[in-house]
């Protein structure tokens, strides 16, 4: 099967770097959000994120300019009909993804494959949610996805080894290396940072320490490039009581629990890097 088109849907913190990363590999994209302003941040993040590799010497600036060339934005879902591959990164809300699979499943030709980026949410139930669950599969990029080369590959209960390969084979052609989970909650990744990143929300609200304390300890002590807190507001902290939903309604055990502190934050719009506050300012 040839892949050259490629969805990309949800053009927030995500979406943009995945946008980025296949049209940087020579993939035509059409990235699509229902928020035009969303896809209009996306292209400026992927223009800026494109001239810091110019400037470091990684691109030259022609291909930069392919690049740009190869990528379309839209708020139409219906231009992915010709996509031979789709990667979805919207909301981490299992209804929302639940629905967009079932569109996607009647728009897309039959064999195409659905991959999802979620963090946490279970594949099987995605691909249960079309006629193709063979081909439904997670691709779950790390962020910031143009600098990092981890791609956590989920097999679901029905996915194909065929899919996997093929999914397996497309990572590498992105120059990122793909390590395969099995779908459970929050898989390997987040079913072992949440829990820190839980933690260290707890350490705050019981005044352990201050955000700053706690990240130098962190950072300095077990030599972490980023403490939790920073890496929590750059996640998004919507998206990190998100995941510690998911762990905790999946697994069932109290230490998944998330933290009060967390919830409040949310509630009050500070979602961290995205909102301009979090646990830092920004
Ligand atoms: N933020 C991270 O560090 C990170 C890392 C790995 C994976 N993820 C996962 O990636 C996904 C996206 O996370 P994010 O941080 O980019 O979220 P985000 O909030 O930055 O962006 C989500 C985007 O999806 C769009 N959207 C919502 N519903 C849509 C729909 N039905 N159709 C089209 N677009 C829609 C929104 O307008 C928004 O632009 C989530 O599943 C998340 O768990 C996030």
């Known amino acids: 099967m040839t892949i050259k088109t490629i969805g990309v849907i949800g053009a927030g913190t995500m979406g943009n770097g995945i946008a980025q990363v296949f049209a940087q590999s020579g993939f035509d994209v059409r990235l699509v959000d229902i928020a035009q302003p969303m896809l209009d941040r996306a292209k400026a993040a992927i223009e800026k994120s494109l001239g810091k590799f110019v400037e470091k010497g990684k691109l030259t600036a022609a291909d930069r300019d392919a690049a740009l060339g190869r990528l379309r934005t839209t708020t139409a879902l219906d231009h992915l009909v010709d996509a031979d591959y789709v990667v979805e990164a919207i909301v981490e809300d299992v209804e929302t993804k639940r629905t967009l699979f079932t569109s996607l499943d009647a728009l897309v030709k039959p064999e195409a494959i659905l991959a999802s980026n979620t963090s946490s949410i279970s594949i099987t139930t995605l691909g249960a949610a079309t006629k193709r669950p063979d081909k439904v599969l997670g691709m779950h990029f790390m962020n910031p996805v143009p600098l990092m080369t981890l791609v956590e590959m989920i097999r679901g209960q029905a996915t194909s080894t065929e899919s996997m390969a093929i999914a397996s084979?497309?990572?590498?052609?992105?120059?990122?290396?793909?390590?395969?989970?099995?779908?459970y909650p929050g898989f390997i990744a987040n079913r072992i940072l949440m829990p820190m990143i839980n933690e260290a929300i707890y350490a705050v609200m019981e005044g352990v320490g201050t955000p700053e304390a706690i990240d130098s300890v962190m950072k300095l002590g077990m030599n972490h490039p980023m403490g939790p807190l920073t890496l929590a507001d750059f996640i998004g902290l919507d998206v990190c009581l998100a995941i510690l939903n998911v762990l905790h309604d999946g697994l069932g055990d109290p230490k998944y629990r998330p933290c009060p502190l967390l919830r409040r934050m949310v509630a009050a719009g500070h979602l961290g890097r995205k909102s301009g506050r979090g646990f830092h300012a920004y």
Do not use: I, M, N, S
């Open 169 to 183: 084979d497309l990572c590498k052609r992105l120059g990122k290396t793909p390590v395969e989970a099995a779908d």
